[in-house]
């Protein structure tokens, strides 16, 4: 199985911040990799696939990077709203694994 | 709009079963691989099982294998998940995802949660 490591497990942050969290796979998986942001209460919600591909409506703040084993996930300038917590997903093979979570709170 | 719409979760004792049912509108069901992820309070997410689109392959976790099925029925453009021999660790609140361009969840349902409980 490949394990999805994500760091770090939280970070406080303030408004205008850039924000950076890291994911990496236990093994190369190519671009295969998600972003997703999950508020509390609510379901999550896909931001990036391939890597780098930002969704249709997901602020251009966001990006992803990376490819292999390392990636990223970048908010340049953080808003009021994008506290939440973040997970990596590894789309490479079954069985399909999360990273642990990076909860982004304020600071 | 495309929605997915869970329903059947609720209280049941170790070792009773349940079955989640999930509606999907808004898109040709038909066309794509639908998944449960699971997460329970306070934790990460967990990918449960997948489903192809006519429903021919099927893919579970480890630790859900033998006792939750994942089922679809095109007909009703439903997406089910069959759980037997419940467990306390089966905690959670269950997602219906749909899949876009390969295994990414594109669109989650609300949830609904599964207390395994005696």
């Known amino acids: 199985d490949i394990q999805m490591t994500q760091s770090p497990s939280s970070v406080s942050a303030s408004v205008g911040d850039r924000v950076t969290i890291t994911c990496r796979a236990s093994?190369?998986?190519?671009?295969?990799l998600a972003w997703y942001q999950q508020k509390p209460g609510k379901a999550p919600k896909l931001l990036i696939s391939g890597a780098s591909s930002l969704q249709s409506g997901v602020p251009s703040r966001f990006s992803g990077s990376g490819s292999g084993t390392d990636f990223t996930l970048t908010i340049s300038s953080l808003q009021p709203e994008d506290f939440a917590t973040y997970y990596c997903?590894?789309?490479?093979?079954?069985?399909?694994?999360f990273g642990g979570g990076t909860k982004v709170d304020i600071k | 709009e495309v929605q997915l719409l869970e329903s059947g979760g609720g209280l049941v004792q170790p070792g009773g079963s349940l079955r989640l049912s999930c509606a999907a509108s808004g898109f040709t069901f038909t066309n794509f691989a639908m998944s449960w992820v699971r997460q329970a309070p306070g934790k990460g997410l967990e990918w449960v099982s997948t489903?192809?689109?006519?429903?021919?392959?099927?893919f579970s976790a480890d630790s859900v294998r033998g006792r939750l099925t994942i089922s679809r029925d095109n007909s009703k453009n439903t997406l089910y998940l069959q759980m037997d021999s419940l467990r306390a660790e089966d905690t959670a609140v269950y997602y219906c995802?749909?899949?876009?361009?390969?295994?990414?969840?594109?669109?989650w349902g609300q949830g609904t949660l599964v207390t395994v409980s005696s």
């Open positions: 093994q190369g998986i190519s671009s295969w």
């Open positions: 995802t749909k899949h876009e361009g390969g295994k990414y969840y594109g669109c």
């Open positions: 489903i192809s689109t006519a429903g021919d392959y099927t």
């Open positions: 997903q590894q789309a490479n093979s079954f069985p399909l694994t």
